[in-house]
């Protein structure tokens, strides 16, 4: 069936380096993507997201990529930091669905 | 800001008991939607309504059931649960012309 899924389970980078956190997505009717923050125990954290007629969107440290010709769609962290450690999911949605389908998550750790 | 409201937060049931979980969505979002997290697992939709309508429906067993009320919150009733029923429990809530949806800090539930 339709998936959303990560290519690394698990990054680990060096506080001030960049992160980038990747996801690909097979459901070619999908038009909004998401990035959320997850951390133990607690609630999936809205971080920033991007609707399919764009292919980059900026936020506070954070850059979402999003390229449809091969239904790839990243996550960049600038200077991260060690409260950026977290799980990270992708989450598609489309196809005129309410639904978000995630991706199965990257566990992000950040180094001193 | 005020925030998805979840309640209770963690809750403790027998095999073949029931429960009812609560959601309160941030404040004039007309939108809400449940999901399921297992252990180590991306969240899976169950099922969204609007304006007290379904409007969803994603693997929610028939066991379970849902609503919204007049004033927006939303109860998720789980019966005859089961060992497997275990997991985080998150409800999102959305304006429904906004794409967004903004996670709570959901309900741990524990089936023994």
């Known amino acids: 069936g339709e998936s959303v899924g990560l290519h690394l389970p698990t990054l680990s980078v060096q506080e001030g380096d960049n992160s980038i956190i990747n996801c690909a997505y097979s459901?070619?009717?999908?038009?909004?993507f998401i990035w959320y923050k997850q951390e133990s125990g607690k609630g999936p954290q809205f971080i920033i997201d991007i609707r399919s007629n764009m292919d980059k969107r900026q936020g506070q440290r954070v850059t979402v990529l999003l390229n449809k010709t091969v239904k790839h769609l990243s996550l960049q962290i600038a200077a991260t930091q060690p409260g950026d450690s977290a799980v990270y999911f992708c989450?598609?949605?489309?196809?005129?669905?309410?639904?978000?389908?995630f991706g199965k998550g990257t566990k992000l750790t950040v180094n001193p | 800001a005020a925030g998805v409201i979840q309640s209770p937060r963690h809750l403790i049931k027998e095999k073949r008991e029931t429960a009812t979980l609560k959601c309160y969505p941030i404040p004039r979002h007309d939108t809400v939607y449940w999901y399921q997290q297992g252990p180590g697992q991306d969240p899976q939709f169950l099922i969204s309504f609007y304006e007290k309508m379904q409007s969803d429906k994603g693997s929610i067993p028939d066991r379970f059931s849902a609503q919204q009320f007049s004033d927006y919150h939303s109860e998720l009733n789980m019966s005859s649960l089961e060992l497997g029923d275990s997991a985080l429990y998150f409800c999102?809530?959305?304006?429904?012309?906004?794409?967004?949806?903004?996670f709570g800090p959901g309900t741990r539930l524990l089936v023994l």
């Open positions: 989450a598609e949605k489309g196809g005129g669905s309410e639904k978000l389908v």
């Open positions: 459901n070619s009717a999908s038009d909004y």
């Open positions: 999102a809530s959305s304006f429904r012309y906004q794409e967004t949806q903004y």
